[in-house]
Nanobody
Framework: QVQLVESGGGLVQPGGSLRLSCAAS????????MGWFRQAPGKQRELVAT???????GYASSVKGRFTISRDSAKSTVYLQMNNLKPEDTAVYYC?????????WGQGTQVTVSS
């Protein structure tokens, strides 16, 4: 059974930074895709960034230039470095991994950007 555990959320002032982590555990042979999504109150879940096992990462236009996604395949971990945070980045952030053609989601971590 595969589980994803996220960490790193919290409260930060506008212009600040946070780093999210998501580690997968269980019976894992290969992870094709890792990514981050977010869901703000009253809104649908939206894509933030993805990174494939080979190739370039992709970003939502709203975070491009401010957020950086990276992965450590040996540790089955994906990271999201978030800089210059804005109040509109406030949301629950979820990691997602595609492992052996199945989608797995983390439990979510709250990010609040407020002064």
């Amino acid at each position: 059974q595969v589980q994803l555990v996220e960490s790193g959320g919290g409260l930060v002032q506008p212009g600040g930074s946070l780093r999210l982590s998501c580690a997968a555990s269980g019976n894992i042979f290969s992870i094709a895709l890792m990514g981050w999504f977010r869901q703000a109150p009253g809104k649908q879940r939206e894509l933030v960034a993805t990174i494939p096992s080979a190739g370039n990462p992709g970003y939502a236009s709203s975070v491009k230039g401010r957020f950086t996604i990276s992965r450590d395949s040996a540790k089955s971990t994906v990271y999201l470095q978030m800089n210059n945070l804005k109040p509109e980045d406030t949301a629950v952030y979820y990691c997602k991994m595609v492992i052996e053609y199945k989608d797995y989601w983390g439990q979510g971590t709250q990010v609040t950007v407020s002064s």
